[in-house]
């Protein structure tokens, strides 16, 4: 009777299938880690926007919200085209992107990250401090919102979807 030292083929398969397992599940929680991360940032960038934007109404209410070339702002445009009022430029409406950085803007259907857009409550051209939406999507959800298209209006009220 030999008395041999070291593992069997069969017990050496099962450790690296459960390692396998392991691997597969770690992979995914990082992953939904990273979404909901991205959507907290979302979230925190959309809300400074809005801040930005009830703060300059405080001091002129219901001021134009203006997109490139001076022109009013069509129906759920870019919100890095803001111009003015120059304190929403200034303050930085030029540097809030989607982490992500996709190249759509938001609109009512959009189903995948898209750049943040900016209009009426309504969804119609021509924002005003008083009246305005911030299209965003989230692919996890989060801050009491689901996955999909939400907007940020007047007041800083988070909505599920865009009009």
């Known amino acids: ?12 398969l099962v450790v690296i299938g459960i390692i396998g397992v392991l691997a597969t599940i770690s992979v995914a929680s990082l992953q939904s880690a990273q979404k909901r991360a991205r ?25 134009a919200i203006v997109c490139a070339a001076g022109a009013a702002c069509g129906d759920l445009v870019d919100t890095t085209t ?17 982490p992500q950085a996709p190249t759509d803007v938001c609109t009512a259907a959009s189903v995948k990250a898209c750049k943040y857009a900016i209009s009426t409550s309504t969804g119609a051209a021509e924002p005003k401090t008083n009246d305005y939406q911030i299209c965003f999507f989230l692919e996890a959800g989060g801050a009491g919102l689901q996955w999909g298209m939400n907007s940020i209006v007047t007041g800083g009220a988070f909505t599920k979807g865009c009009k």
Request: aromatic share 4%; no cysteine.
């Open 82 to 98: 803001v111009t003015g009022p120059s304190t929403l430029a200034d303050a930085g409406f030029k540097g809030a992107v989607d």
């Open 39 to 63: 959507d907290t940032k979302r979230i925190a960038v959309v809300k400074g926007m809005s801040t930005m934007i009830e703060g300059e109404d405080a001091g002129s209410p219901g001021t």
């Open 1 to 12: 009777m030999t008395n041999k030292k070291g593992f069997t083929l069969v017990e050496l």
